[in-house]
């Protein structure tokens, strides 16, 4: 490929802002939904009101994507197709003879680049880091009339992306996530000296008692210019800021990969998921009076999943309490800023996770750094998933994607397994479905693995066929949801677990609509059939046909998954050989699978929602997995409680604290010691009879010296309720300018009907916004009810509207907002 047409692998190293003078490009940027007739229309001059002005471009920022609402909006099917992306730079490369590149963090699927009408680079793939190289192409634009007369002495840069269907493509659409398109990742401008790092492999290594650890540097450099000598300087400084190791030397050979500087350091400081201890590598690279600075954080660690047995990490079991990502969220879809993807890691460790499997796709950048500065081991996968194995096309996108996640990757302490692939024994996407080729393939990618990184596991989850290759393998335990009893967990994942030399469980848990609670959540149990085993099969996620289960015949309500999650964690706390799980997922995400959910077009597997609103179940992880002292009283999302009057009822209390004290209207309880084996709550559970009224809830709990409190306010409603008859529209909340709106249903005597499930769609007409499109039990035009009620919000942008909501043999409800 020549160099006017070239792709280059992104730099290993996070130095790319300081050593290559980088600039994030996120302002400025207009985009067209949709292709053109050619890169032309993109650029031709254009006067107001002439027919070049269409297709009509709109302002945004970066990062995008073609999908921030239509992936949830449940009347359409989310957008797949081309969409274009243009903005003008002034582009000035200090380096003499340096290269200028557009680095792009994850842009999908795939993605041709131009300047002016000369197309630069493409790239298949949405996930992996890339950079195209513009600098031939920029110097040949500023030699054209129109540099200055059309552009004003500014470089138009025009960017294609399309997510169209595929399937000579991984992902399969039919996953269950969103093939998302656009530039949904940072994209950077940078000026690259004439001789820089490309690649740079840092390799800690440490014995697992501590005393010697190794370090060996490994480097490709990009030398365009065929410069034949330079000096360079490496310094070690450990966690507290110390100076622990230098070399210098002047490199002769500056062609190829190799090693660099190889060294031994005495009793490093370990990097673990309780005290992530960072080193830092400094480089300084020196040729012709110019000097690139580059810096990467590694940390030194040992980690051992034993043969039929746990997992060690320096030298000491842990187990692994994981959960799962997609990048994915409210209002943006895949283009998650980087604060955003901070609060969302660090509200995962706040709930106690050390472990994160990253599905299923190489997630960005940031997200790693992130994991190794809080602590957070890490399973990263490529985005082999379901539909069966494609042609020569699909299998070298697999292998190149996989290359490049490890090599860009692969200097973070935070990663433990290159993941291969997901559910690969779903057929689908080709007429043959070849088990045996599957196997072949399956070899190939787990040896080019071993190749690339001797020092990781390779791991699968779900293919059974293809378990014997792999380091690692999960089968798939859905116990309580999919299959069979939660109560049997610990049965299922032991003969599982006797199956495989190196066993890990990840995904297992189940969907819960937020605010939506039961007073007798587990009442589906007694339509299923014990002793089946727990394993998903096909047709299992469907909410039709097959034999009895959960995910279809039970009510989806936070009550049911509390009971289910809290079962899992206490069994966890007593199978001595598990290496560890992994809950799926951490937050509720999007999916073009599952259009009649109680939010449509979101998988509600999270304990939290699509915005960072947590479910109670984030609090039950909390009074497992965490040390500081918590205490939580279930039910802050459920204001009505119901019954018999006199009728005793259970209230429970989440804490990780010795012992709790409940009040009830201001009189207390008695006091509760915690024991995790005590099922539900860990023993912190109280019977109250309640009669019709207010209840106003409080629990005192003790560490120690430490004293924690939660209060909640819930009304008991003893009245019997008969089918929906009517609804109600009312505004409950507003603050600067946004109205909360909230429905209730109830029956012909007035009397609200706790239980009902009926789907509502919201309305509006007038100057208002309804805030809809986002994916939340609150931020959906159509919503099944949680307990007889929902609710939704309005911009009123300082005027006057008309909302209603419907729902199917119901009268419409309306309500005027000023």
Not at 10 to 34: C, D, I, P
Not at 740 to 761: G, I, P, R, S
Request: charged residues 25%; glycine residues 8%; proline residues 4%.
């Amino acid at each position: 490929m020549s160099k006017k047409v070239s792709v280059f692998i992104l730099l290993l190293l996070g130095f790319v802002a300081q050593a290559q003078m980088a600039t994030r490009l996120t302002k400025n940027w207009e985009y067209v939904k949709g292709d053109l007739g050619g890169v032309w229309e993109a650029l031709r001059p254009v006067k107001t009101g002439n027919p070049e002005e269409l297709p009509f471009w709109q302002k945004v920022n970066l990062p995008h994507c073609f999908n921030a609402t239509d992936a949830v909006n449940p009347e359409v099917n989310y957008y797949q197709g081309p969409g274009w992306y243009r903005t003008n730079l002034s582009i000035e490369n200090p380096y003499q003879n340096g290269r200028t590149l557009l680095h792009f963090e994850g842009a999908g699927q795939k993605t041709a680049v131009y300047i002016y009408n000369t197309k630069v680079a493409e790239h298949v793939g949405g996930y992996d880091e890339w950079t195209a190289d513009i600098t031939e192409a920029v110097a040949a634009f500023k030699k054209t009339a129109v540099f200055k007369s059309q552009f004003n002495g500014k470089i138009p840069i025009v960017i294609r992306c399309d997510n169209s269907r595929d399937l000579e493509m991984i992902p399969s659409n039919l996953s269950d996530f969103n093939v998302y398109g656009g530039i949904y990742r940072y994209l950077n401008l940078v000026y690259q000296p004439a001789l820089a790092v490309q690649k740079l492999f840092a390799h800690a290594t440490v014995d697992a008692q501590g005393k010697t650890g190794g370090l060996k540097i490994k480097a490709l450099l990009t030398n365009l210019e065929g410069i034949k000598n330079a000096s360079i300087k490496i310094s070690l400084i450990d966690p507290y800021g110390k100076n622990v190791a230098n070399y210098s030397s002047e490199l002769q050979s500056l062609n190829g990969d190799s090693v660099i500087w190889q060294t031994n350091i005495k009793s490093p400081k370990f990097w673990s998921t309780d005290l992530p201890q960072l080193y830092e590598v400094q480089l300084s690279l020196k040729v012709n009076n110019q000097t690139t600075l580059a810096s990467e954080k590694i940390g030194f660690r040992n980690f051992e999943f034993v043969k039929k047995g746990p997992f060690l990490l320096n030298g000491k079991r842990l187990l692994l309490r994981g959960t799962h990502r997609h990048e994915d969220h409210a209002g943006v879809a895949a283009a998650m800023t980087e604060e955003m993807m901070r609060t969302e890691m660090k509200m995962m460790k706040e709930m106690g996770v050390n472990f994160i499997r990253l599905g299923h796709y190489q997630q960005s950048k940031i997200i790693l750094n992130l994991c190794d500065s809080l602590g957070i081991l890490v399973w990263e996968e490529i985005p082999w998933c379901r539909g069966g194995l494609g042609g020569t096309v699909y299998q070298a996108q697999a292998k190149r994607m996989l290359t490049n996640m490890i090599e860009q990757h692969y200097n973070h302490p935070s990663i433990i397994i290159w993941g291969l692939g997901n559910e690969n024994d779903w057929p689908g996407d080709f007429e043959e479905f070849d088990k045996e080729k599957i196997r072949t393939f399956m070899k190939e990618l787990n040896n080019l693995s071993h190749k690339l990184d001797p020092s990781r596991r390779t791991a699968i989850r779900r293919c059974d066929f293809c378990r014997d290759i792999v380091d690692v393998y999960s089968p798939s335990i859905w116990a309580g949801w999919y299959r069979g009893d939660y109560t049997e967990y610990k049965e299922v994942s032991l003969a599982e677990f006797n199956k495989s030399d190196r066993f890990l469980h990840v995904e297992w848990g189940g969907d819960s609509h937020a605010r939506r609670h039961s007073e007798s959540p587990d009442n589906a149990l007694s339509k299923i059939k014990r002793g089946g085993g727990a394993d998903e099969r096909a047709g299992d996620a469907s909410l039709y046909g097959g034999a009895a289960r959960v995910s279809k015949d039970g009510d989806w309500s936070e009550s049911y998954i509390a009971n289910l999650i809290d079962w899992h964690l206490k069994e966890q706390e007593t199978m001595p050989w598990l290496s560890g799980t992994a809950y799926w997922p951490f937050k509720d995400f999007s999916t073009p699978i599952r259009p009649e959910n109680p939010v449509p077009y979101v998988n509600q597997k999270g304990v939290i929602e699509r915005d960072f609103t947590k479910k109670e179940a984030f609090y039950i992880f909390q009074s497992y997995w965490t040390d500081k002292p918590m205490v939580h009283l279930y039910g802050h999302s459920w204001p009505v409680r119901w019954g018999e009057e006199g009728e005793e009822k259970m209230v429970k209390v989440f804490s990780n604290c010795d012992e709790a004290e409940l009040f009830v209207n201001g009189k207390s309880w008695g006091v509760k010691k915690r024991n995790a084996q005590d099922f539900p709550a860990a023993g912190l559970r109280w019977l109250i009879p309640m009669n019709q009224g207010k209840y106003v809830f409080k629990v005192v709990a003790k560490k120690g010296k430490i004293t924690v409190t939660d209060e909640i306010t819930q009304e008991y409603q003893t009245q019997k309720w008969a089918k929906p008859n009517f609804m109600t529209l009312t505004k409950i909340e507003e603050n600067d300018g946004v109205a909360t709106l909230e429905v209730k249903m109830f029956d012909a005597n007035k009397v609200l009907c706790l239980d009902a499930a009926n789907q509502v769609e919201f309305s509006l007409i007038g100057n208002g916004e309804l805030i809809v499109d986002q994916g939340t039990s609150t931020g959906s035009s159509k919503v099944q009810l949680y307990n007889g009620r929902a609710i939704v919000k309005l911009k009123k942008n300082k005027g006057k509207s008309v909302v209603a909501v419907a729902s199917k043999a119901i009268a419409t409800a309306f309500l005027n907002i000023e």
